[in-house]
């Protein structure tokens, strides 16, 4: 009996699809463990299970939800771990391990490469094994000369150099990983109009919300051939991008503008800073520069669709992808047009592919639905509040309106459940739960239902 059992486990295990929802669950559970830890809290007491569990599921998945004050409740050594679970859960949890076992022993099992290829969306196994190199490079310039400039702004709001390059780098780390973690108990409310601290910090938004993948290739095809030769992928990452972050600044602006309670008081730089950073922190960063609490409905609406849509695969970013969204609007556009071929960048998109965007997005609007219908049926809040926090956990972005701290351990469990599943993704746990282990081998009839 125990020999089958270890069989069994050895069978779950060895699954690619499997491994990365485990390795997840693993580590939230060590976050979880050194939280724990009374050296973790500034009380020097161990804190509540349900804050320790929640603070490392949001760390792991780069979300930003807090059921405490970053600040005022944890320790440094407890920010130290908040700290190193966001750039773990970054990298990505199956690529960290593979690039250890790389460094280490100066070679990577064949089963490594492959789970580190499907955490990563990579077919090609040599670019699987060149892309963690790629992605630690990236995040290491990147986060240093964000943490640099950063130091440089915070320098005039601390006592000394030591607090202002440990703001600069906890900040950095936390806004290239799109995660949202502050040091500040008003999130970045109090530097709404600071440049110095609120461009450096969306600037490696952007650039660790897109990718790795598609800055390399812009790096390459900007050089020699243009952006006419650029892929589908990075056309629809790069140009969903910018338009969503056109649509996002423009829309904070228009719908804050004279709002008392958020932009209305600022000076005329001030709100222009604003709606940048209300423009780029909904997609999936988590940081806040108003209280959303009391924002316009208009802003909160908008904010729905950014949270939902997300950044770029492959990035630091959460979310739905920005990628996924622009296949089906292109599948879309074809059925308008008659055309038998789904068409980006002058390429036929695969009906697989096709289909894989569709069951991302409705598989994400089911989780949300339903783990709203859940929080509502047991909350004191309004819908609104309620489906803004879910789609902000399931984004993996970390904006709130103030509620996370007030909602029950049952909520608080729900809003867990919906940040693994959004950093994990849907399909990667469907696939690792599914019962079926075999396609099937034959073919039915085809049968045409009546559509619309």
Known sequence: ???????????????????????????????????MVPAATSANSSPALIDAAFTATSAICITGLTTVDTQTFWSPFGQVVILVLVQVGGFGIVTVASFLTLIATGRISLQGSLMAGRELHQANLSETLRLPVRIGLVMLVAEGLTAAALALGFRRYTDGWGDAVWHGVFHAVSAFNNAGFALFSDNLIGFIGDPFIILPICAAIVVGGVGVPVLTELRHTLRTRGASHWTAHTRLTVYGTLILLGLGVAGFALFEWNNPNTLGPLTLGGKFLGAIGGGVFPRTAGFNNIDYGVASESTLGMTYILMFIGGGSVGTAGGVKVGTVGIIIAAVVAELRGEDQVLVAHRAIPTV?????????????????????????????????????????????????????????????????????????TISVATALAIRPRHRRFRLPEEQPIVG
């Open 1 to 35: 009996m125990a020999y089958h059992r270890r069989v069994q486990l050895t069978r779950w295990f060895s699954h690619p699809a499997r491994v990365i929802p485990t390795a997840y669950l693993a580590a939230i559970g060590a976050g979880t463990s050194l939280l």
């Open 353 to 425: 592919v096709q289909r894989s965007a569709m069951a991302v997005i409705l598989l994400g609007v089911v989780t949300v639905g339903i783990a709203t219908s859940l929080i509502v049926a047991y909350e004191p809040f309004t819908l609104q509040q309620v489906l803004f926090e879910t789609i902000s956990a399931f984004g993996t972005v970390g904006l709130t309106t103030g509620i996370t701290s007030d909602l029950s351990p049952g909520s608080l469990s729900v809003l867990m459940l919906l940040m693994y599943l959004g950093r994990v993704g």
